[in-house]
DNA sequence: GCGACAG
DNA sequence: ATCTTGTCGC
């Protein structure tokens, strides 16, 4: 019944082999502007954002029902063109530094489903919750989903991985000027790994902005800032609501 | 030494 | 990630 135990953890060999992964999977991340990125964001058309939603007592274990989702928007009007929603559940829990391990297997479906049943809405740059090179390894979720998609990926985190040896502190982000202003986060050595965003006027707090895969870091901030109308840009907004919705009527069904 | 820690 | 009320402003 080792299933029915409390999962909350996860033994130390399965963090050794995700952290091998990791590290492999990182070398082969193309930190540069692939072919999509000529002339700016002229040949940009469609922009995919992806997100996961969790029930409130699903905490950090596995094997709970969560709702993944996938929409497609326009650019720049991001207006929606597609969406989908998939009942999933990850089985390993959330650990700090390895959240691709959780959700990487929903995600991809949804990705994969929408090359292989909507190849037409195939995006030119998906949008993912999390970072992507700003991460312990250099090696966030939104790197995973490139490099297992091939497609362009940006890492967009709502907090700040803190980490040791970076350069990013509350002044820094509390003396950002009006929106689109942003800040490198650098590690000790001098290695850019990101950027605070002021993605709106009215946002208090910034956004994190890295390279997932086949793109640069001033592409990327360019994209996700073009997406921006509120603080979270478009495509993550609306995952966001979509996979939060679901969840909150599988709670209205459960309860009762 | 302990705690910190994307979602 | 998730829980929550009101409040301010276009």
Redo the contacts with the bound molecule.
Sequence with gaps: MAGNMSDATVDSALIEKWTKVQNDLRSNIITSDSEEWQSDLNSLKLVAGL??????D???KSHSDAYAALVICKFPSMEIVHQDVELCQPDV????????F??LPPLLNLVNKLLKEHPEFKPDVILV????L???QK????CHIGYHTSICTI??????????NVNCTKAMVQNMGGAGDFTLIKDNENCILGLALKSAEEAKNPI?VSIGHKICLESSRKTVLACCKYRVPEPLRFA?GI??EF??QL?AKTDT
């Design positions: 997100d996961i939603s969790y029930p409130k699903a905490h950090d829990p959330y650990v700090p530094g390895f959240l691709a959780r959700e919750d999390g970072n992507g700003l991460h312990p090696c966030g979720v939104a890492g967009v985190a709502k907090n700040l991985f803190v980490m040791e994190y966001d996979s939060r969840v909150r709670l």
